[in-house]
T-cell receptor
Framework: AQSVTQLDSQVPVFEEAPVELRCNYSSSVSVYLFWYVQYPNQGLQLLLKYLSGSTLVESINGFEAEFNKSQTSFHLRKPSVHISDTAEYFCAVVRTGNTPLVFGKGTRLSVIA | KAGVTQTPRYLIKTRGQQVTLSCSPISGHRSVSWYQQTPGQGLQFLFEYFSETQRNKGNFPGRFSGRQFSNSRSEMNVSTLELGDSALYLC?????????????FGPGTRLLVL
């Protein structure tokens, strides 16, 4: 069974600084990878996903993630964060073949003014 | 389009009772999945329904059950509630079933078991 490890449970960062949220997965077969964001008192929203093709995927609000098959990682990055990016971020993986999505435990990003 | 709606938003029950949670997917979406979110275990998959059929089931006891209606609305039921069932229950819908599908989440139902 696949699993997802988000290496940092909490990441504080100053406004306009860069940030990287780390995600590693374990699977010996092909996977699809997702990042979801959860703002306070809301459900999750898709940030970006990797299905195939270019290993670098981008979201509309400046986040990007790179699929690294050899390191089984899908780290999320943003070059300059805003206060409004404060939220919990979840990495998720699904193995091809009628299997459910598996989420990491989440990383709470706190942006400090 | 309206988003995924879940009712009720908050619920307080006592041990031994049962509870039914409801989820209305985005119009046109035929797949509905349920997740349990707790601080200790994170997000755990409960089950997925597509066209009224359960496609997948997570590792939860039989006290957790669900169903989907012909209009794609879904309900989940938890019988004989335990303190550990206190959690945020999230419903997500997608247009089709499949591993690459984006899931659209509702705001959740927060259940407190006393």
């Amino acid at each position: 069974a696949q699993s997802v490890t988000q290496l940092d449970s909490q990441v504080p960062v100053f406004e306009e600084a860069p940030v990287e949220l780390r995600c590693n997965y374990s699977s010996s077969v092909s996977v699809y990878l997702f990042w979801y964001v959860q703002y306070p008192n809301q459900g999750l929203q898709l940030l970006l996903k990797y299905l195939s093709g270019s290993t670098l995927v981008e979201s509309i609000n400046g986040f990007e993630a790179e699929f690294n098959k050899s390191q089984t990682s899908f780290h999320l990055r943003k070059p300059s964060v805003h206060i409004s990016d404060t939220a919990e971020y979840f990495c998720a993986v699904v193995r091809t073949g009628n299997t459910p999505l598996v989420f990491g435990k989440g990383t709470r990003l706190s942006v400090i003014a | 389009k309206a988003g995924v709606t879940q009712t009720p938003r908050y619920l307080i029950k006592t041990r031994g009772q049962q509870v039914t949670l409801s989820c209305s997917p985005i119009s046109g979406h035929r797949s509905v999945s349920w997740y349990q979110q707790t601080p200790g275990q994170g997000l755990q998959f409960l089950f997925e329904y597509f066209s009224e059929t359960q496609r997948n089931k997570g590792n939860f006891p039989g006290r957790f059950s669900g169903r989907q209606f012909s209009n794609s609305r879904s309900e989940m039921n938890v019988s004989t509630l335990e303190l550990g069932d206190s959690a945020l229950y999230l419903c997500a819908s997608s247009p089709r079933t499949g591993e690459g599908e984006t899931q659209y989440f509702g705001p959740g139902t927060r259940l407190l078991v006393l």
